[in-house]
């Protein structure tokens, strides 16, 4: 220990921790073959739902409608996948330990680890890029509108993996994890879908079934879609994470001992 | 209380060195208030540079709640715990950076291998550039990692990974290092490596480690802290210790001053 008794050495910013836990969790994606199970099935369905069932060539249009309508239902199962082992896997093999008695605040792990699987998510989106080229090459496709749909893509994928991470902080299972964050995500989902909110109609009052679509991630996502940016997605969608990402903090702090 | 705990830090030979660990009263309180259990009641001590404290007891008696205090992992529910001078809860990342930790069964990233994992928690403090392979180098060096870098951490034996812990933990030289069971499992030979590091260390550290071999605190601990059903039962040399029983064994020291108040140490004094 050489000299450095009595020194007191400077804990790092927490944005240097940070990186530090963004890193080493990227890494951990591909070190197992989790990421390329994942990246393999989602291109997979994507390809799937978008060319063959969505009909991408027989609707004669050059837009990317078939695979923004077919996204929210594949992140519905695999988003849960990515973010079951967030925390669940830290408080069962003990590291949490570790990584809060490291000289870093909690909240500093919480963003990282949320960023991390948000950037793993969206280099599985990024790898739909050739439905783009193929419109492209067929048509002249609203371009802005494209990206609007990507961009809308992406900020559920975060909400989807904020409420994930949430409720991977609370359990030590994996399998618990997953089916709890699909079951939040399904909600989600389902609380902006037509027939939901059709059979809704029926009986709830009117407030009820405004308040419920509005929670819904589709609605939302379609209009992005449509190329469609409005800031009260925006605000939604940030909220929604802003939100989980809190709660799951004050979670990791409560259960963190369990 | 200072004329006190330098009567209690015999290793510390009455020196003028200021107290790098001082815990004042500190409770740990599970479940709710009034009914919960109390793991660890009111425990006070302090400890210096070149002090090797045993912390010493029956499973359950609290050393790893002490320590995870001690660490910033949990929370006092009372009392107050300072580390070079600071408190813990006013000052975390600062208490934190001069702490290094090993806690119990030496937890890891599994699929990480000892050179990403080290080079990880160098990053975690602070660490930039050419320090970190240094810090690695220098601490996979001590606890003699080298030919199991490049292994994943889940393919090595309980031995290595319980260096990978102890590697970690003294990675950033830190002035402060605790120790919760750094030699449980181990084979002779493994403990005996790990035994002649702490006291390579010892010196220029204060090192708290727990543990429920006595052999260890002979071997190694220039103190010896007894800790019974969340309270401190005795703080003396291994010296002294040993001479309050008959027999001028460690263990039936141990016995005499656990057994009466808390759980049946089955096993602990193996």
């Known amino acids: 220990m050489s000299e450095s008794t009595g020194v007191l050495r400077e804990p790092p910013s927490p944005f240097v921790a940070a990186w530090a836990v963004f890193r080493r ?47 929210p239902w594949l992140f519905l199962f695999l988003i849960p996948a990515v973010s079951m082992r967030l925390w669940s896997e830290e408080r069962r093999g003990g ?75 609370a359990t030590k299972s994996q399998v618990i994890a997953f089916v709890l964050g699909a079951s939040a995500c399904m909600v989600f989902v389902l609380a902006g879908f037509g027939p939901v909110i059709e059979f809704l109609r029926g009986w709830a009052p009117g407030w009820l079934v405004e308040g419920v679509g509005a929670l819904g991630f589709l609605t939302r996502a379609q209009n992005f879609a449509r190329g469609v940016i409005e800031l009260a997605d925006l605000v939604y969608f940030a909220t929604v994470i802003a939100a989980a990402l809190i709660a799951c903090a004050a979670i990791i702090n409560a259960k963190k001992a369990d | 209380m200072s004329e006190q705990a330098k009567q209690r830090t015999p290793g510390a030979s009455e020196s003028a060195l200021p107290a790098l660990l001082e815990l004042q009263g500190l409770v740990k309180r599970f479940g709710p208030p009034g009914s919960g259990l109390v793991a660890v009641d009111g425990v006070s001590f302090e400890a210096r540079a070149g002090e090797v404290v045993g912390f010493l007891g029956p499973n359950g008696a609290g050393k790893s709640t002490t320590m995870k205090m001690l660490t910033g992992f949990l929370e006092p529910t009372a009392g107050s715990a300072r580390v070079m001078g600071l408190d813990i809860g006013e000052h975390p990342e600062r208490t934190k950076a001069a702490i290094g930790y090993l806690p119990e069964g030496a937890p890891a990233y599994p699929d ?8 990880f928690c160098a990053r975690m403090r602070g660490m930039k550039g050419g320090e970190i392979a240094e810090a690695v180098d220098r601490a996979a060096e001590r606890v003699q990692l080298f030919g199991v870098m490049r292994q994943p951490i889940e393919t090595l034996s309980k031995g290595f990974k319980r260096r990978v812990g102890l590697a970690q933990a003294i990675l950033h030289e830190p002035p402060v290092l605790v120790l919760d069971e750094p030699t449980d499992g181990l084979d002779p030979n493994q403990k005996h490596e790990v035994r002649a590091l702490i006291r390579e260390l010892a010196p220029r550290t204060c090192i708290i480690l727990s543990t429920h071999i006595l052999e260890e605190v002979d071997a190694v601990c220039t103190r010896a802290v007894v800790i019974a059903a969340g309270k401190i039962v005795a703080d003396a040399t291994p010296a002294e210790l040993a001479a309050r029983s008959g027999s001028g064994r460690l263990d039936d020291v141990f016995r005499e001053l656990t057994l009466g108040e808390a759980p049946k140490p089955e096993g602990a004094t193996a």
């Open chain 1, 25 to 71: 969790e990227l890494g951990g994606y591909f070190a197992t073959p989790v990421a390329y199970v994942f990246i393999v099935v989602f291109l997979l369905l994507a390809g799937v739902f978008t060319f063959a069932l969505g009909g991408l060539y027989e609707r004669g249009q050059a837009d990317l409608q078939p695979l923004f309508n077919t996204v």
């Open chain 2, 112 to 119: 990480m291998t000892p050179a990403g994992f080290l080079a």
């Open chain 1, 95 to 169: 590291s949490i330990e570790l990584l809060v008695t490291m000289p870093a605040p909690i909240w500093s792990s919480v963003i990282a680890k949320f960023l991390a699987a948000w950037a793993f998510t969206l280099l599985a989106l990024a790898l739909t890029f050739p439905a783009w080229v193929t419109v492209s090459r067929l048509g002249e496709p609203d371009h802005g509108a494209i990206l609007a749909g990507y961009a809308g893509s992406a900020l559920m994928a975060g909400a989807f993996l904020a409420v994930g991470a949430c409720v991977s902080a």
